[in-house]
């Protein structure tokens, strides 16, 4: 599911949704030829050509959490961006990232995930290339798969690749058992300057080395088993104030948590200016109905609204009323 996501909303290396859709935070790479490269947060409205905030950076694989307007971005920078997904689509023409829709992918290793991502694929009209080099593994998955492209070969072998016309794919997966594998291809479908590239990754505990290299968007099935029982654990707590949701973002070193503001929620409506929050603690987004707000210090909550909150460290936010000093 989270890899047919992000090749449903091309453009970003990772992308959550909150507040029934309202609101998402995405993350993008700060590469040497980016727009945003040795722009300060509040120059960066002018440059993106419309309003979003950065809630987190990941720089030199420790995340920062800052609402300083001097603060700059730099090249290799990791940054987590929310917004409506308006605004964030406006954000990547601006910043002249392509988002056309995904048509045709390329998946290497035809394995239990490649069976339902190609068939979450195929519903939505999109045509598969599935590479294996099992011959029985091949055989299965096309029974399984007829509408699917099955080739026999090693996705390693690049001249194979080539012959397969990988340069002119929308997308290349790689989702071999094989880390290593996994992300060579990576590196080669990128190279040859595939739109967008996936990697799935089995053992993602080293992101100094994994952020070093160009692989695109890293999909890592422990780290999404993990941040699926931290939000069951947290439901089951059931208190009060307790987050509607939460998700752990920058390398698991940020939570972003939704809020529902009720009875019990202290300061509503003070400006946001007039409150005292915690240390790294940042009110991201402020949901009223329909409409979601990027606050700033004149935003007000009430009674029934919806608030996506960023805090350092998992576990530090319990419930919406932790979040003041």
């Not at 920062?64 to 001097?70: A, T, Y």
């Given at each position: 599911r989270e890899i047919a996501r992000l090749l449903k909303y091309p453009g970003f290396l990772r992308r959550d949704t909150f507040a029934k859709g309202r609101a998402e935070i995405v993350e993008l790479r700060i590469d040497a030829g980016s727009k945003l490269c040795n722009v300060s947060l509040i120059d960066m409205p002018s440059v993106v050509?419309?309003?979003?905030?950065?809630?987190?950076?990941?720089?030199?694989?420790?995340?920062?959490?800052?609402?300083?307007?001097?603060?700059?971005?730099?090249q290799g920078d990791r940054i987590f961006v929310t917004g409506s997904s308006v605004n964030l689509t406006v954000m990547l023409k601006s910043l002249g990232i392509i988002t056309r829709r995904v048509r045709s992918v390329m998946i290497c290793g035809a394995g239990r995930v490649c069976y339902y991502l190609a068939s979450s694929l195929l519903k939505s009209g999109i045509s598969v290339k599935i590479v294996e080099r099992n011959p029985a593994r091949c055989e299965e998955i096309k029974t399984l798969l007829p509408d699917a492209e099955v080739i026999l070969g090693e996705a390693g072998d690049l001249d194979m690749l080539e012959s397969e016309n990988l340069p002119n794919y929308d997308a290349v997966v790689t989702l071999t058992g094989e880390d290593e594998l996994n992300m060579i291809v990576s590196l080669y479908g990128r190279s040859r300057n595939v739109p967008q590239v996936i990697t799935k990754l089995g053992h993602a505990d080293n992101r100094t080395i994994i952020d070093a290299l160009d692989i695109g968007?890293?999909?890592?099935?422990?780290?999404?088993?993990?941040?699926?029982?931290?939000?069951?654990?947290?439901?089951?707590?059931?208190?009060?104030?307790?987050?509607?949701?939460?998700?752990?973002?920058?390398?698991?070193?940020?939570?972003?948590?939704?809020?529902?503001?009720?009875?019990?929620?202290?300061?509503?409506?003070?400006?946001l200016k007039q409150l005292k929050t915690k240390p790294n603690v940042l009110i991201a987004s402020i949901g009223h109905g329909s409409k979601t707000e990027i606050p700033n210090g004149d935003s007000v909550f009430q009674q029934g609204d919806s608030m996506v909150v960023i805090a350092s460290g998992r576990g530090s936010i319990r419930q919406i009323n932790d979040i003041f000093a």
């Open positions: 050509k419309t309003k979003v905030l950065v809630c987190a950076v990941l720089r030199d694989g420790q995340a920062l959490v800052s609402n300083s307007g001097s603060f700059v971005l730099r968007s890293v999909v890592c099935p422990k780290e999404l088993c993990c941040n699926d029982i931290i939000r069951y654990v947290r439901a089951m707590q059931n208190q009060t104030g307790a987050a509607l949701s939460v998700h752990a973002i920058a390398d698991g070193q940020v939570e972003a948590l939704e809020f529902l503001v009720d009875a019990n929620t202290e300061n509503c409506g003070i400006p």
